[in-house]
């Protein structure tokens, strides 16, 4: 197992409040210092050096957008939940832009500050001072946080999502009863953000593939609601049908980023949602024509003077 660290918003428990004050600075200041140091080793020892890039000057409770720095792992993180989910018959979570903003920000915060706890903290003169508690660095960013994971040192998706399954403290928040998740990596910082807005109903192609190299796709639509409609792309849109969560689908057969919307309504309820998806195969779109432009007017001057007879 990779040198690493866990833990969940609600689940952890001290060995007993006389000691609560002194296991919490241990593991807030001492446990990541000495996982960057081990990451270090290991790093150079595969060629890479894992810290060698500066982390941001934060400070305060998040509002910044830190730079992506690895699409991928965050991506697989989203995908791995929801494989997970779908193990247990549960319905699958939406990555969402906002939520990832606030968990990518709390990685980069723990490693720039060197700590370990779900709370935002500020370095000064050295000494870790709490700016904000968890949820109020994520409201920062969106409206309705529900439980969020945090774990260093973990060097792969797999990793990292095998040992938060494992947790009795984290794999609940993974199989808990939300619509929309964050994922954020920073340097083998990870976090994971939970939550639902209770006026937005996800739309989910394929449980949040990215990619998918067949047509025909599952589509998930949250929400309770007596009917609804759907299209491909910009296309028009189709016949109002009863709604249901769970439903088969056609993507428009041309490879690129395919996108399907639908409209919900119940009496004069009414919604609409989104998805993309990568498709890799297909027709190529058709090109563009170019405009041809219109043939040159050649006046005569012969022709269009007017004759004046003197």
Request: hydrophobic share 40%.
């Amino acid at each position: 197992m990779d040198t690493a660290l866990l833990r969940g918003q609600i689940g952890w428990k001290s060995p007993g409040s006389r000691f609560k004050p002194a296991v919490r600075r241990f593991q807030r200041v001492c446990l990541p210092l000495i996982g960057a140091i081990i990451l270090s080793i290991v790093g150079s020892k595969a060629g890479r050096i894992l810290i060698a890039t500066a982390a941001p000057n934060f400070t305060g409770c998040g509002g910044e957008q830190v730079t992506v720095i690895n699409a991928d792992f965050e991506a697989q993180v989203a995908e791995l939940v929801n494989i997970r989910r779908a193990e247990q018959g549960l319905p699958p979570m939406k990555l969402v832009d906002t939520l990832g903003n606030a968990a990518r920000y709390h990685a980069a915060d723990l490693r720039q500050d060197h700590y370990f706890d779900h709370d935002t903290y500020d370095r000064i003169n050295g000494d870790l001072a709490q700016v904000c508690a968890w949820y109020e660095r994520i409201l920062v960013y969106y409206p309705s946080p529900r439980a969020e994971n945090i774990a260093s040192g973990y060097t792969s998706p797999e990793s990292v999502m095998a040992d938060w399954m494992n947790s009795a403290s984290h794999r609940p928040n993974i199989l808990g009863n939300n619509r929309e998740l964050g994922v954020g990596f920073y340097e083998n910082r990870w976090v994971q953000d939970f939550g639902t807005r209770s006026d937005v109903y996800p739309l989910l192609i394929n449980a949040e593939a990215r990619q998918t190299d067949i047509f025909d796709v599952t589509l998930y639509i949250y929400g309770t609601w007596q009917e609804m409609r759907l299209r491909n792309d910009a296309d028009a849109w189709g016949e109002w049908i009863p709604f249901s969560s769970e439903t088969d689908w056609t993507l428009n057969a041309v490879a690129g980023l395919r996108t399907v919307e639908v409209e919900l309504r119940s009496g004069v309820k009414t919604a609409t949602s989104s998805d993309s998806i990568e498709l890799t195969t297909g027709e190529a779109p058709a090109p563009t024509p170019t405009p041809t432009p219109p043939p040159p007017v050649n006046l005569d001057l012969k022709t269009f003077l007017p004759m004046v007879e003197r």
